[in-house]
C-alpha cells in the first residue's frame, strides 16, 4: 500500500477545501475568542461556543439550480487496469474510491487530479477526447478479501482468505469507515482515514454476490441487496440485520434513499421490477412495466423533488414515473442502436436527467415534446390524438465514454462535479476500463 502525498490546489480548490482536513473530515468552525491577555481579571472565562459544521457549502449555485443545460467536460482519466464495479467519494469529494474486478480498492486524490499534478503520457491520452489532459492521483489501494465464516466449534480456520471482485462500495461521508461487497455474500466493515483497508467486522447473510450497498442518511445503518434477491437493512452498531424486504425474485442491481424523506428507498432487480418502500410499513408499492417492454433494469434514480422516478431499460428507453399514483408518465427513447441504459441520474434544474447507454453518455431535456417520446396509448413520436411530435433533439452527447457499458455515476452535492465509471459488475457488456471526472457548468442559452 501507497503512503498519500501532499496535494498543491489552486485558488478555485482551495477555496472550495478551506474547510476541509487532509483526511476528508470537516474542520468545526468555532467564534473568535479574546486574547486572554486582553480580557479583565476580574471576569468571568465565557463558555465556547458550540461547533458547527458550514453544511451551506454542500448546496449547489442558484444558476445550477435555474440553468437551462449544463457544460460537463471530462479532463481526468484515472487509469484502471480492470473493469470498475464500485465507486463512492466522500461527502466534500475531497476522496475518491474505485473498486475493480481484480479485487482492489483505489484511493484517489480528487482536487489533485483535477489541478493537474499529474499528466498523461501521450500513449494515454490517445484513448481519450482532447478536454482529458490529467492522470487521476493515486493515492493508496488495499484489497477487499473474503473473510472465512468462523467454525461453529471454534475450530482453527485452515482455509485463507482470497480476493474478491468490488461489486459494490459505500463510504462514510468523511471516509472513516467503509463497506464493501463480496462475492461470497459477506460484507466488509473497514476503516479508510487510519489503518487503511483493516476489517473490524463481516457483515454475513447474503448468499450471493452482493451487487448494492447505501448507506442511509442518519450513517448508522446501510442497506445491502444481493444475487440472492433478498434487500437487507444492517444496524452497524451491532453488525446484525434490522429488516429483510422481501418482494423482488431476480438479483438487486440498484437501491436508493428518497432526498427529501430518509424512510422512503426505491429499489431495482434484474428482472425489470422497481418497488417503492416505505421502511414504517411492511408492505412494497410497485411501479408498472409498460407493454412492450422488456423485464430488465439496471438503474433508477428520484428526480431532485422526489415527485418522479426515471428507470433505464434494455430496450434503449428511459421510463418516467409518478412516484404518488405508481403511474407510467411516458418513456425517452434512445437513437437506434444505442444499446440498453445502464445507468440514469437526475440533474438539480428538475429538468434534465443523464443516460448511460452503450454507445454514449446522454444529458437528456426531460420537458422537450419530441419524437424520442413514447406515451401511453400512442405510438412512438405520437401524441394521443396522433399528432406527430417534433424533429427536435432533447439530447447532447457528453463526451467521454463510448463503446463500453457504465456502471456507475456521481454527482458531487454541489454539481460542480461528476465522475463516471465503465464496467459491467458482473454481468452482461463490454467495458472500457475508464474513469473520468467531469468539469460541470450551467449553460443558458
Not at 405 to 424: A, E, H, K, L, V
Request: hydrophobic share 30%; with cysteine; net charge negative.
Amino acid at each position: 500500500m501507497s503512503s498519500d502525498e501532499d496535494v498543491e490546489l489552486n485558488d478555485d480548490a482551495t477555496s472550495h477545501l478551506e474547510t476541509i482536513t487532509d483526511d476528508g473530515g470537516d474542520i468545526l468552525e468555532m467564534e473568535d475568542q479574546p486574547s486572554p491577555s486582553v480580557q479583565s481579571s476580574t471576569a468571568a472565562t465565557p463558555p465556547p461556543p458550540p461547533l458547527t459544521v458550514d453544511n451551506t457549502r454542500y448546496q449547489p449555485d442558484p444558476q445550477l439550480l435555474t440553468c437551462s443545460s449544463y457544460d460537463c467536460v471530462p479532463i481526468v482519466a484515472a487509469v484502471h487496469p480492470f473493469p470498475i464495479s464500485a465507486l463512492a467519494t466522500t461527502r466534500c469529494y475531497r476522496w475518491v474510491f474505485t473498486g475493480s474486478e481484480d479485487g482492489y480498492i483505489r484511493k484517489w486524490d480528487f482536487f489533485g487530479s483535477m489541478n493537474g499534478k499529474t499528466a498523461l503520457t501521450q500513449a494515454q491520452r490517445h484513448y481519450y477526447v482532447d478536454s482529458v489532459v490529467y492522470a487521476g492521483v493515486l493515492s493508496s489501494w488495499w484489497e477487499n478479501e473474503e473473510t472465512p465464516e468462523p467454525s461453529p466449534t471454534n475450530e482453527p480456520i485452515t482455509t485463507t482468505s482470497k480476493l474478491s471482485p468490488v461489486f459494490s462500495m459505500a463510504v462514510q461521508s468523511e471516509a472513516q469507515w467503509s463497506l464493501t461487497g463480496c462475492e461470497n455474500g459477506s460484507i466488509n466493515l473497514s476503516t479508510v482515514r487510519h489503518e487503511e483497508g483493516r476489517v473490524h467486522h463481516v457483515l454475513r447473510q447474503h448468499r450471493g454476490p452482493v451487487s448494492v450497498l447505501e448507506i442511509m442518511p442518519n450513517e448508522q445503518s446501510a442497506i445491502s441487496g444481493a444475487w440472492d434477491t433478498s434487500v437487507l437493512e444492517w444496524d452497524l452498531h451491532e453488525g446484525k440485520t434490522i429488516r429483510s424486504y422481501r418482494g423482488h425474485n431476480s438479483q438487486i442491481s440498484s437501491a436508493s434513499c428518497h432526498p427529501e424523506n430518509e424512510h422512503v428507498m426505491l429499489t431495482t432487480s434484474m428482472d425489470g421490477q422497481c418497488l417503492l418502500w416505505d421502511r414504517r410499513v411492511p408492505d412494497p408499492k410497485r411501479l408498472p412495466i409498460p407493454e412492450r417492454t422488456p423485464p430488465w433494469c439496471l438503474s433508477a434514480c428520484w428526480s431532485v423533488d422526489g415527485k418522479k422516478v426515471y428507470i433505464g431499460r434494455r430496450n434503449g428507453t428511459v421510463d418516467e414515473y409518478d412516484c404518488e399514483q405508481q403511474k407510467w408518465i411516458q418513456s425517452f427513447r434512445m437513437p437506434a442502436n444505442s444499446g440498453p441504459v445502464s445507468l440514469v441520474k437526475s440533474m438539480p434544474n428538475g429538468k434534465h436527467i443523464i443516460c448511460a447507454s452503450n454507445d454514449n453518455i446522454r444529458l437528456w431535456n426531460t420537458t422537450v415534446e419530441s419524437n424520442f417520446v413514447i406515451r401511453p396509448n400512442s405510438e412512438p413520436g405520437f401524441t394521443t390524438t396522433n399528432k406527430k411530435l417534433s424533429s427536435v433533439i432533447p439530447f447532447s452527447i457528453l463526451p467521454g465514454h463510448h463503446g463500453g457499458t457504465i456502471s456507475q455515476i456521481s454527482i458531487d452535492p454541489t454539481c460542480r462535479y461528476m465522475i463516471t465509471t465503465s464496467g459491467n459488475r458482473g454481468w452482461e457488456g463490454n467495458s472500457t476500463n475508464a474513469c473520468l471526472f467531469y468539469d460541470i457548468s450551467p449553460l443558458n442559452l
